[in-house]
């Protein structure tokens, strides 16, 4: 189990590099996943053309998708976009370049799988078999068909088996014509793509440097202070518990005390250090409100807060008006006052 745990906090730490791992990965699976599929054209005029178009998107969308769903930043973005306002504002820019940086690793794998298939060549000519200039290509001397016998015949050109049209074209002549079309649009669209992420990752950060650095500066806190409040919410959750389930089995040992069963137990000696570790909230209620409030409205980012009691001062006494944005200023007069 410690293994385990520190190669989680392994990835924690190198989230970057373990998310560019992953996408590698995606890249390097959709290539042998197109490798091991079994392409079968149905040859037929009116199905060619979307199985050949579905075979090149559908695949590199579901490849996309899953992209954002391996990324851990998604729930963060997605939260940070949905907060309200409150005492702290949203900065427009931090959670535009989070989602670029998602969508830049989320699109390794789709481009793998369209430049693959455009190279392959196998969808390209199922697709637009039906579309071959038999004028140029095929055979001009023999007699001219209707224009839906045509495509039937032609739409049979993948289907080396069924085909049944060397008298108007020859089967590898159409093949030939429509893997050079397929690959010199693969190398067009690695070309573009290399050319782009050229000049995203180049040229990005020379001309907006400053709004580069803000926006990396606040995503990697965004991140941090997610973190941060998971292990305190979960350090207050194993005392609060802790507390809990002893008071439980002192109010049973009293109970059976009282029946003449045996001697109360005393509390442990590390319940003082549970107690330190509450902070103040030791009910329910008011820990559903602090969470609704932190939701709600996070405190600025200043460095130098009013400070609040840290002792238990919200136990046996009024509860203070938490309303959802209430400033930590008059937060702190109230405990003054009590």
Same mark, same amino acid.
């Given at each position: 189990?410690?293994?385990?745990?520190?190669? *989680?906090?392994?990835?924690?730490?190198?989230?970057?590099?373990?998310?560019?791992?992953?996408?590698?990965?995606?890249?390097?699976?959709?290539?042998?996943?197109?490798?091991?599929?079994?392409?079968?054209?149905?040859?037929?005029?009116?199905?060619? !053309? =979307?199985?050949?178009?579905?075979?090149?998107?559908?695949?590199?969308?579901?490849?996309?998708?899953?992209?954002?769903?391996?990324?851990?930043?998604?729930?963060?973005?997605?939260?940070?976009? #949905? %907060?309200?306002?409150?005492?702290?504002?949203?900065?427009?820019?931090?959670?535009?370049?989070?989602?670029?940086?998602?969508?830049?690793?989320?699109?390794?794998?789709?481009?793998?799988?369209?430049?693959?298939?455009?190279?392959?060549?196998?969808?390209?000519?199922? =697709?637009?078999?039906?579309?071959?200039?038999? @004028?140029?290509?095929?055979?001009?001397?023999?007699?001219?068909?209707?224009?839906?016998?045509? /495509?039937?015949?032609?739409? #049979?050109?993948?289907?080396?088996?069924?085909?049944?049209?060397? +008298?108007?074209?020859?089967? @590898?002549?159409?093949?030939?014509?429509?893997?050079?079309?397929?690959?010199?649009?693969?190398?067009?669209?690695?070309?573009?793509?290399?050319?782009?992420? *050229?000049?995203? #990752?180049?040229?990005?950060?020379? *001309?907006?440097?400053?709004? *580069?650095?803000?926006? %990396?500066?606040?995503?990697?806190?965004?991140?941090?202070?997610? /973190?941060?409040?998971? +292990?305190?919410?979960? +350090?207050?959750?194993?005392?609060?518990?802790?507390?809990?389930?002893?008071?439980?089995?002192?109010?049973?040992?009293?109970?059976?005390?009282?029946?003449?069963?045996?001697?109360?137990?005393?509390?442990?000696?590390?319940?003082?250090? =549970?107690?330190?570790?509450?902070?103040?909230?030791?009910?329910?209620?008011?820990?559903?409100?602090? !969470?609704?409030?932190?939701?709600?409205?996070?405190?600025?980012?200043?460095?130098?807060?009013?400070?609040?009691?840290?002792?238990?001062?919200?136990?046996?006494?009024?509860?203070?008006?938490?309303?959802?944005?209430?400033?930590? #200023? +008059?937060? =702190?007069?109230?405990?003054?006052?009590?």
């Amino acid at each position: 189990m410690d293994k385990f745990r520190m190669i *989680f906090q392994f990835l924690q730490s190198n989230q970057e590099s373990f998310m560019n791992g992953i996408c590698g990965i995606m890249a390097l699976a959709s290539a042998q996943m197109y490798s091991a599929f079994d392409f079968n054209c149905p040859c037929l005029p009116h199905y060619n !053309l =979307a199985y050949g178009l579905g075979i090149l998107l559908v695949p590199p969308f579901i490849l996309f998708l899953l992209g954002f769903v391996l990324n851990n930043n998604v729930s963060m973005l997605a939260e940070e976009w #949905r %907060r309200p306002r409150g005492q702290r504002g949203k900065d427009p820019a931090v959670l535009r370049y989070m989602f670029c940086s998602m969508a830049q690793r989320a699109m390794i794998a789709p481009v793998v799988w369209v430049s693959v298939t455009l190279l392959d060549g196998k969808c390209i000519t199922c =697709a637009f078999c039906t579309s071959v200039p038999v @004028e140029t290509l095929g055979n001009t001397s023999h007699p001219r068909l209707s224009q839906g016998e045509m /495509k039937r015949v032609l739409a #049979r050109i993948p289907c080396k088996d069924i085909y049944d049209g060397q +008298e108007f074209i020859a089967n @590898e002549v159409a093949i030939r014509y429509l893997r050079c079309i397929s690959q010199a649009l693969g190398w067009c669209f690695v070309l573009l793509m290399t050319m782009m992420a *050229f000049l995203v #990752r180049s040229l990005r950060p020379c *001309f907006t440097q400053v709004a *580069f650095l803000k926006s %990396r500066y606040w995503s990697h806190y965004i991140d941090i202070e997610r /973190k941060l409040f998971d +292990e305190t919410c979960a +350090e207050h959750a194993k005392s609060f518990a802790k507390i809990c389930i002893q008071q439980f089995f002192e109010g049973m040992s009293m109970d059976l005390a009282a029946a003449h069963c045996h001697s109360p137990r005393k509390a442990p000696a590390d319940a003082g250090e =549970a107690t330190e570790k509450l902070l103040g909230i030791t009910d329910q209620g008011t820990m559903n409100m602090a !969470l609704k409030s932190w939701h709600r409205c996070k405190p600025p980012l200043h460095l130098h807060p009013p400070a609040l009691p840290s002792s238990n001062g919200w136990a046996g006494k009024e509860q203070p008006p938490m309303h959802p944005c209430v400033p930590q #200023r +008059e937060m =702190a007069a109230y405990y003054s006052r009590v």
